[in-house]
């Protein structure tokens, strides 16, 4: 920012920095720790957080960008600062003493450029391959969080429409464990309504020996659901059947309960055939679960005198909002809402929750909107703008599109099954994969176990990647040609860049692990230097994701990073060079990077294509 101006030499400060800070989280979160030091031997009459971000200039690798926001505050108050470089020529001098910064410079009002040491940054990777990508987990400010994603409706099918939540919601997850987050993975499913009185009753009525019969009498859900509605919308002695029969499984009447338990029971087994395909975790508290602590909570939140009546329904009024949210409905039921809020209350005050994620479709933020609202005047989440825990988030993501713009359907205009879909991406992927190899002659090196394996990993990793490298909140074109393409920025690209590194390493002859333990980094050529820094940002860009709650931004880093490896080994002679050691480690670190970044991602890395 600004063309440099000054220089200083290596880092100067009045005392070593405490190795404390020195091994903290990110390299990004280590600097911002290095500049708070500085800050307060700066201006300690002025308490203030450090700007770090990365350089985008050639003079530096990061950037402290405090001096300009100081001198507003400190001009006209008797400083001894002329101007905000000058400023920026203190925080620069008094920046921690230690091996991690080689040389800083000062560019126009201020903009203190950070160049880190090469040997400091070589180091890191080296210790990273010795002790685990996991000692780069970035240190995050919460411990435990409730990620609500997936929850279909029991008895509907999971459609393409849930793959958005559950992959993101997945995501997510990853990426908080990783940062050594306790995370509670909740599936908030539809277990609980009217569509269950018309089910059972619809059940009763077809097969009187149900119980005998078990999961036969029912067959196809997807089938027996439709054919229970067509009944329920033109049969109105059925629909007055089907709602008593909602009163008495709500009653607790062991014959529905039973009937209820049966078609969840069905529904939960085709469910957890997709997690299975996904390979994706979750916990099922559904709707069902807090039914219980619908009626104190709204106790609570009537003894605060929050919930009014108004046109026979009990509602809360929310400010900027012109319609209440209803919390009892006139018959007297519950809703979403009241679910939510007790949903809310159990996860604040049983489970402990400090952020609580929501990840649903962007239809839906009117409704998060006025439910968190509603939570705030009830006392039970701070302000947002005083940044303090417990929070809550709403993770919004828009819509599957077909190549004809609208939602992605199938031909008959059914909603898209995504075990269907998922299986429509593994086979697109062998075929693909069996041809190559019979083009480049290289198929009888493959078992059909292997192809089997790969092309599963490289078909469900494609589905998961188009999705996730898209800003959530944007909609998306669903397209087998281009997610399945090995061109551009696709998993199967990012696969291929993987199993290149590997190759090369296994050409090599050479020990990696041996290598680890008693080879050096050296980060000379320029090109080594960018990828090696590239590497060490990893646990920033986690972090970064995390924080705000959007994947895509692992995505752009893991692309980024195979694109600088490219160069880095079109420049930088691998094997049969003199510092092969040395930049087989780097192959390494790469392979190990991206290997995580995959993981995160929940797609299976491939060692050979």
């Avoid at 990426?175 to 050594?180: D, K, Q, V, Y």
């Amino acid at each position: 920012m600004g063309d440099e101006t000054s220089t200083s030499a290596s880092a100067q400060a009045q005392e070593p920095v405490p190795l404390a800070v020195q091994g903290a989280g990110s390299v990004k979160q280590q600097i911002s720790n290095f500049a708070a030091l500085s800050l307060r031997a700066t201006v300690p009459e002025v308490e203030v957080e450090p700007v770090v971000e990365v350089c985008t200039t050639k003079f530096g690798d990061y950037q402290c960008n405090n001096a300009m926001g100081l001198w507003s505050k400190v001009k006209g108050s008797g400083t001894s600062f002329k101007n905000p470089n000058a400023i920026g020529q203190a925080i620069a001098k008094n920046l921690p003493v230690g091996d991690v910064i080689e040389s800083t410079s000062v560019a126009g009002p201020g903009f203190v450029n950070i160049v880190l040491s090469n040997n400091w940054v070589a180091k890191r990777i080296q210790n990273m391959l010795v002790n685990g990508i996991k000692t780069w987990a970035p240190v995050l400010p919460v411990k435990r969080i409730v990620l609500d994603f997936s929850s279909p409706n029991i008895a509907k099918e999971m459609h393409v429409g849930h793959l958005r939540s559950t992959i993101i919601g997945d995501t997510l997850a990853r990426m908080f464990e990783f940062s050594n987050v306790y995370v509670l993975r909740r599936n908030h499913v539809g277990d609980w309504g009217t569509q269950f009185g018309m089910l059972i009753e619809f059940l009763f009525e077809k097969f009187p020996e149900w119980e005998e019969l078990g999961s036969q009498a029912i067959g196809d859900l997807q089938l027996f659901y439709k054919a229970s509605k067509e009944k329920f919308d033109n049969d109105a002695e059925f629909k007055d059947r089907a709602q008593q029969a909602v009163v008495r499984l709500q009653g607790g009447e062991e014959k529905y309960r039973s009937a209820w338990k049966k078609i969840c029971e069905i529904s939960r087994n085709e469910f957890d055939q997709v997690y299975k395909l996904l390979d994706v975790e979750l916990e099922e508290k559904g709707e069902s679960f807090y039914n219980p602590y619908i009626p104190q909570v709204l106790e609570l939140l009537s003894n605060q005198d929050f919930i009014k009546e108004s046109e026979g329904a009990r509602v809360i009024f929310i400010e900027g909002h012109k319609i209440p949210l209803i919390v009892v409905k006139r018959d007297g039921g519950f809703n979403y809402a009241s679910t939510d809020l007790a949903a809310l209350w159990y996860r604040l005050n049983v489970e402990k929750a400090e952020w609580i994620i929501y990840v649903t479709d962007v239809g839906q933020q009117q409704h998060f909107d006025m439910f968190f609202k509603a939570a705030r005047m009830a006392g039970w989440l701070p302000d947002p703008k005083e940044k303090k825990f417990p929070k809550t988030s709403h993770v919004g993501f828009g819509l599957v599109l077909g190549a004809d713009g609208k939602r992605f359907r199938t031909r008959s205009t059914e909603v898209v099954r995504l075990g269907d879909l998922l299986d429509e991406a593994k086979s697109r992927s062998k075929s693909e994969l069996v041809q190559r190899l019979k083009d480049n002659g290289k198929i009888v090196d493959w078992t059909e176990e292997e192809l089997e394996k790969t092309s599963k990993a490289v078909g469900y990793g494609a589905v998961k990647y188009a999705d996730l490298k898209n800003n959530r909140l944007t909609n998306y074109t669903f397209s087998f040609d281009q997610m399945l393409s090995d061109k551009g920025n696709t998993a199967v690209y990012l696969q291929y860049a993987h199993a290149r590194i590997c190759s090369i390493i296994r050409k090599s002859n050479m020990d990696v692990e041996e290598l680890k333990m008693n080879g050096n980094i050296s980060l000379d050529h320029p090109d080594e230097r960018v990828l090696g820094l590239y590497l060490i940002r990893f646990a920033e860009v986690v972090e970064d994701a995390c924080t705000n709650l959007l994947p895509n931004v692992l995505c752009e880093y893991l692309y980024n990073l195979s694109e600088m490896f490219t160069r880095f080994y079109t420049n930088c002679q691998v094997v049969g060079s003199p510092e092969e050691p040395s930049r087989l480690l780097l192959c390494e670190a790469t392979a190990v990077v991206m290997r995580q970044c995959f993981q995160l991602l929940g797609i299976t890395p491939v060692y050979k294509l």
